[in-house]
Nanobody, 120 residues
Framework: QVQLVESGGGLVQPGESLRLSCAASGSGFSINAMSWYRQAPGKERELVAV???????TYADSVKGRFTISRDNGKNTVYLQMNSLTPEDTAVYYC??????????????WGQGTQVTVSS
């Protein structure tokens, strides 16, 4: 059993910041990489940021310079620091994990999603 639980979403004004958290719980697994996706109304889910075991990161062009992904390996938690938010960042944000479980590496682990709304 592996479960991802997200928190930190909310309503903010343009230019403000939010910090999302996603904690993985369970047993018998190890995390290879974690990532954040987002899905705005009427749009497909898109990749926002990825962090791998060696702390290497990659970002979507739309968030480079504004968002920072990080992880706490001891807590099996990934964070997304979102600065200089704009209304275009409004979406449901989903945590995804690339996990070794029962000898299989899979990225089919998702959080429930947390709503981020940026509006004046």
């Amino acid at each position: 059993q592996v479960q991802l639980v997200e928190s930190g979403g909310g309503l903010v004004q343009p230019g403000e910041s939010l910090r999302l958290s996603c904690a993985a719980s369970g047993s018998g697994f190890s995390i290879n990489a974690m990532s954040w996706y987002r899905q705005a109304p009427g749009k497909e889910r898109e990749l926002v940021a990825v962090i791998i075991s060696g702390s290497t990161t990659t970002y979507a062009d739309s968030v480079k310079g504004r968002f920072t992904i990080s992880r706490d390996n001891g807590k099996n938690t990934v964070y997304l620091q979102m600065n200089s938010l704009t209304p275009e960042d409004t979406a449901v944000y989903y945590c995804n994990a690339n996990i070794w479980y029962r000898g299989i590496l899979s990225h089919h682990y998702w959080g429930q999603g947390t709503q981020v709304t940026v509006s004046s």
